[in-house]
């Protein structure tokens, strides 16, 4: 026999396995609809809520009165600034 039969074979070096940088997946954000009128805080039913301006209303009026709210807010901070 010869001398290189008897030599056990070199052990390979194992090398650490390249993770591949896996590709986010980009999800919806889901935004749930709020459960209540965001000016009087009434039970917003399904058939008649109100969309507007990103917010949710129980009806047209609610939504007159926070634009109203929000225009005097916008007039009073001018005021302040002067």
Known sequence: MSEETNVKPEEKKEEPKKEEPKKEEKKRETVQKPANCMKCN?????????????????????????????????????????
């Open 42 to 82: 009434k039970r917003l039913q399904r058939k008649t809520c109100y969309y507007r301006n990103e917010g949710y209303y129980c009806s047209k009026r609610c939504w007159k009165l926070a634009e109203d709210a929000k225009a005097e807010a916008a007039k009073k901070a001018e005021a302040a600034k002067k």
